[in-house]
């Protein structure tokens, strides 16, 4: 069985690396942001993912597709 869900790709801010040991300073560069997918649900579960696992995410034109890793 097939389950499905419906998302909306939100975004995420990045910032660039501080200048300096101290992690205090300016920044290098506001980083554009990006957009973003979380997926915390029991679907995950259900088709087979489990805490720890490897997976491999292949990206194509309007499709995304994780796959769990075999190893």
Do not use: C, E
Not at 2 to 19: D, F, H, L, P, W
Not at 47 to 67: C, E, H, R, T, W
């Amino acid at each position: 069985m097939a389950m499905q869900r419906k998302m909306t790709v939100s975004y995420q801010n990045r910032q660039g690396r501080s200048y300096g040991s101290s992690g205090i300073g300016s920044l290098a560069r506001d980083l554009p942001t990006a957009p973003k997918l979380v997926i915390a649900n029991h679907f995950l579960k259900q088709s087979g993912f489990n805490i720890g696992d490897k997976v491999v995410v292949k990206y194509s034109l309007d499709q995304i597709i994780i796959s769990k890793l075999k190893i």
